[in-house]
Structures are given as C-alpha cells and as structure tokens.
C-alpha cells in the first residue's frame, strides 16, 4: 500500500514552522497557492497535494501528477526585493531540491537551466516559479516542485522524456519516507528563500561550480518563436540569464528551452568561453 502523506508528520519534521495545507486533489497546488495569495493570506505558507489533476511546469508544459507517487508542492514566499533581483530564484530553488536529495542519501543531482534537477541525465524534479505581486521593493512569488518519489514503471501518463525518481535512485524508500522528504524538501526550499537576498552572488557561484549540468557542453536554444540555435553553455550572469556560445559569440538567454546534444561535448578553450 503507498505511504499517504500526513500532515502531521510533515509539520512535526520540519525546523522551521510554517502553514501548511495538505489535499488529497487538486487541479494544482501552485494555483490554490496562487488564489491565497490574491485572499492576502499571510506568508509564508505551502500546500501538499496527493495529486494533480491539471499539474503544470515551465512554458505551459503538462506535469504528470499520479496519485500517492511523487511531491506535489507549491511555497508562497514574500522577498522583500524587486522582481529583477530575484532573476536566480528558479537556480536556487533548484539546489534547494539538490540538497534535499543529498540529505536524503542521492548523490550528484545536477540542475538544467533554469528548473531541470537531473540525476545522470535523468529528469528527477521540475520547478514552476510565477511571480503573484510586484511593487517597487517587494515582490510575491509562488514556487512549485514536482519532485519523483516513486513513479510507476508503465503507464500511458507517463513523461516521454528519460526519468528516475527517489526509490530508484537509492533502490529502497528513503528513510522516513514521503513524509519526511517532503518537509525536508519545504525546509530546503525556505532555507533558501532566506539566503537568496543576502548571498545572490555566493548562491552563483555555488550552482557554477557543483550544480550546472550544461557547463561547457554542447547545447540546443529553442526560441520561443520556434528558432533552433546550437552552441555551448557559458555558465550564468548574475541575474540567472544563461550565457551561450554561439559560432564564437556569447549571447544570453532568459526565456528560450535548452537541451543538452548528445556525443557532441567539447569543450570550448577558456578564451572563447569564459565561465
């Protein structure tokens, strides 16, 4: 029988309080967030949800969202910044989702620009940041993660890209189970929502040298109008913008979908692509 998570357990484990709802369905938990956040619900809060039924990522992608399988989470989260100095958010939360995985005894998680972690190659969690309020100095954010717990091995729903999940990964449950990961998870992600306005530049660094799975590889920009380029990857600006290669100039990139080209991982001199 799947482990259901219990509220409970989830707000006992966590080191930090906070508010947090939990719902057997729903359409998504981003959207309940985002609906509260509109009501002025107090922040920060989070949401759990045992399934998704209109589960979303990045660009309007469809998230699969089986029941009593994976976390389904969504933080509403006050930065007391501009929306353009929030740029590395989607980055950070990404190393939030890494170290929950490395606590959790997952070694080597690795973040795809922007919101893409990967365990070999593998998509393990996706991450939906949307921006609810915006004023001069403050800025009110929703942040979802999909993370992979456990995902059946067949099914017509499945992702049709490669995938692994938690269980996989260590080859048994993780240790507390569902419920404990889930508030690691949560405690990870505000930890990080913390450190963001004092270390922007630190968290920079920290995702360039351990996280960045496109540094100095081969890579595909999608534009949004459907433009196809190919270059390498250059690491990061300071406001999350990926800086890419392309036939000997750097450009940067904040929107368009990247994809790593397989058998084709040179890497540039230090010269023409400085990271």
Same mark, same amino acid.
């Given at each position: 029988? @799947?482990?259901?998570?219990?509220?409970?357990?989830?707000?006992?484990?966590?080191?930090? @309080?906070?508010?947090?709802?939990?719902?057997?369905?729903?359409?998504?938990?981003?959207?309940?967030?985002?609906?509260?956040?509109?009501?002025? &619900?107090?922040?920060?809060?989070?949401?759990?949800?045992?399934?998704?039924?209109?589960?979303?990522? =990045? =660009?309007? &992608?469809?998230?699969?969202? @089986?029941?009593?399988?994976?976390?389904?989470?969504?933080?509403?989260?006050?930065?007391?910044?501009?929306?353009?100095?929030?740029?590395?958010?989607?980055?950070?939360?990404?190393?939030?989702?890494?170290?929950?995985?490395?606590?959790?005894?997952?070694? $080597?998680?690795?973040?795809?620009?922007?919101?893409?972690?990967?365990?070999?190659?593998?998509?393990?969690?996706?991450?939906?940041?949307?921006?609810?309020?915006?004023?001069?100095?403050?800025?009110?954010?929703?942040?979802?993660?999909?993370?992979?717990?456990?995902?059946? &091995?067949?099914? @017509?729903?499945?992702? $049709?890209?490669?995938?692994?999940?938690?269980?996989?990964?260590?080859?048994?449950?993780?240790?507390?189970?569902?419920?404990?990961?889930?508030?690691?998870?949560?405690?990870?992600?505000?930890?990080?929502?913390? =450190?963001?306005?004092?270390?922007?530049? &630190?968290?920079?660094?920290?995702?360039?040298?351990?996280?960045?799975?496109?540094?100095?590889?081969?890579?595909?920009?999608?534009?949004? $109008?459907?433009?196809?380029?190919?270059?390498?990857?250059?690491?990061?600006?300071?406001?999350?913008?990926?800086?890419?290669?392309?036939?000997?100039?750097?450009?940067?990139?904040?929107?368009?979908?990247?994809?790593?080209?397989?058998?084709?991982?040179?890497?540039?001199?230090?010269?023409?692509?400085?990271?």
């Amino acid at each position: 029988m @799947p482990e259901k998570l219990e509220l409970n357990r989830i707000q006992h484990a966590l080191v930090k @309080p906070c508010s947090v709802s939990l719902f057997d369905s729903l359409d998504s938990t981003n959207d309940w967030v985002l609906q509260k956040v509109r009501e002025a &619900k107090p922040m920060p809060f989070a949401c759990f949800a045992e399934q998704q039924t209109q589960g979303r990522g =990045r =660009r309007g &992608k469809r998230w699969v969202s @089986p029941p009593l399988c994976n976390i389904y989470m969504s933080l509403a989260w006050l930065f007391e910044l501009p929306v353009n100095q929030i740029g590395i958010l989607s980055l950070s939360i990404g190393m939030a989702v890494a170290k929950t995985l490395e606590k959790a005894g997952i070694a $080597d998680a690795m973040l795809k620009w922007p919101n893409d972690v990967l365990i070999d190659d593998k998509k393990i969690a996706g991450i939906l940041i949307e921006t609810v309020s915006i004023n001069d100095n403050k800025t009110s954010v929703v942040i979802g993660v999909g993370l992979n717990y456990r995902l059946p &091995k067949s099914s @017509p729903e499945m992702p $049709d890209q490669a995938w692994t999940d938690v269980v996989s990964s260590l080859k048994h449950p993780a240790e507390g189970g569902r419920n404990q990961l889930a508030a690691l998870l949560l405690q990870e992600c505000m930890a990080m929502c913390e =450190r963001l306005p004092k270390q922007p530049g &630190k968290l920079i660094e920290e995702f360039q040298n351990q996280y960045d799975a496109c540094a100095r590889k081969a890579v595909n920009v999608i534009m949004d $109008d459907g433009e196809q380029l190919q270059g390498v990857a250059c690491g990061v600006t300071s406001d999350g913008e990926i800086r890419i290669l392309i036939d000997g100039e750097e450009r940067v990139f904040n929107s368009a979908e990247i994809s790593l080209r397989k058998g084709n991982m040179d890497k540039p001199s230090e010269k023409a692509c400085s990271c």
